[in-house]
Nanobody, 124 residues
Framework: VQLVESGGGSVQAGGSLRLSCAASGLTYSSYSMGWFRQAPGKEREGVARISGCGGNTYYTDSVKGRFTISRDNSVNTLYLQMNSLKPEDTAMYYC???????????????????WGQGTQVTVS
């Protein structure tokens, strides 16, 4: 299994970025996916999660209304659209996969089987 994030970068406050996570080696729709982030000196936190079928989503309070998680199961790719970025959004962002069936189920904040290598987001 391989998860590869992309799309990170440096942006000014108020700007937008779109992260992508390409998955391979797994039956993608059987996995609930999540975006997590970790800033220097802080614990990793869950940002957003989505069910395997894509119909159910969850956001942490600090990103509600600004971030949108989505997935395209036809190309095994997870997305995180980040708008109105703030300096406190600066972190390394990771995608992760957790097996869940049926695909309407959404994984909780723990128990993820696979992780990507991360992509850096810096907001100034």
């Amino acid at each position: 299994v391989q998860l590869v994030e992309s799309g990170g970068g440096s942006v000014q406050a108020g700007g937008s970025l779109r992260l992508s996570c390409a998955a391979s080696g797994l039956t993608y729709s059987s996995y609930s996916m999540g975006w997590f982030r970790q800033a220097p000196g802080k614990e990793r936190e869950g940002v957003a999660r989505i069910s395997g079928c894509g119909g159910n989503t969850y956001y942490t309070d600090s990103v509600k209304g600004r971030f949108t998680i989505s997935r395209d199961n036809s190309v095994n790719t997870l997305y995180l659209q980040m708008n109105s970025l703030k300096p406190e959004d600066t972190a390394m962002y990771y995608c992760a996969a957790a097996y869940r069936w049926p695909c309407s189920e959404i994984a909780g904040p723990t128990g993820y089987n696979y992780w990507g290598q991360g992509t850096q987001v810096t907001v100034s």
